[in-house]
């Protein structure tokens, strides 16, 4: 069956130091990982997917298959990014509907 | 074009009513797509339309639930005799395309069940 874990809730930082928010997800086939994020009173909006490979707002992601991970991270913490971040799992099998886990909210502490 | 909408955006109603939210996609989204999120979960798919057509729905879904898109355009969910655990937030997200493209989401409609 298809699941994304993201084991931690909350996650605190300081300003400046890395981030990590981790994701693990089971799937039969080939995956299409998402990182969905919601900042205070906005709407979920796409951050990044794992085919574009692309940096946005400083995150990256890297789709482990041997790990079955998609793990965000960023070097270097900023406020603006306290905000509920969403790892999201689609693909062929799962008919193309999406599958979220249940968040971790980061606190980047100044 | 803002985006996806949805309304209303709040929805207060006594256990047993009927209930009918609207979703109106990006206008070029042939993709049409339905959640709910509970307190402290991520959003749980309940639907989805590929233009005018239901494709899937979830399994968890009651038959007190239905959804219609009729023109390929705004969609209606409805939960009939609803209850209190029918509270919660329904997302609307719409996509183009017909493989697994980026969701653009709503607001959300915020249901509380008295």
């Known amino acids: 069956a298809q699941r994304v874990t993201q084991p931690e809730k909350l996650l605190s930082v300081f300003k400046g130091a890395p981030v990590e928010l981790k994701c693990n997800y089971s799937?039969?086939?080939?995956?299409?990982l998402f990182w969905y994020v919601q900042y205070s009173r906005q709407r979920l909006q796409l951050l990044l997917r794992h085919i574009s490979r692309e940096s946005i707002k400083g995150f990256t992601a890297d789709l482990n298959k041997g790990e079955t991970s998609f793990h965000l991270k960023k070097p270097f913490a900023q406020e603006e990014d306290s905000a509920m971040y969403y790892c999201a799992l689609s693909g062929r099998n799962t008919g193309n509907q999406f599958y979220f886990g249940t968040g971790t909210s980061l606190t980047v502490i100044p | 074009d803002t985006g996806v909408s949805q309304n209303p955006r709040h929805k207060i109603t006594k256990r047993g009513q009927n209930v009918t939210f609207r979703c109106d996609p990006i206008?070029?989204?042939?993709?049409l797509y339905w959640y709910r999120q509970t307190l402290g979960q991520g959003p749980e798919f309940l639907t989805y339309f590929q233009n005018e057509a239901q494709l899937e729905k979830s399994r968890l879904l009651s038959d007190r639930f239905s959804a219609e898109r009729p023109k390929g355009s705004f969609s209606t969910l409805e939960i009939q005799r609803t209850e209190q655990g029918d509270s919660a937030m329904y997302l609307c997200?719409?996509?183009?395309?017909?493989?697994?493209?980026?969701?653009?989401f709503g607001p959300g409609t915020r249901l509380t069940v008295t």
């Open positions: 997200a719409s996509s183009k395309g017909t493989g697994v493209y980026e969701q653009y």
């Open positions: 799937y039969s086939g080939s995956p299409e």
């Open positions: 206008s070029e989204h042939n993709r």
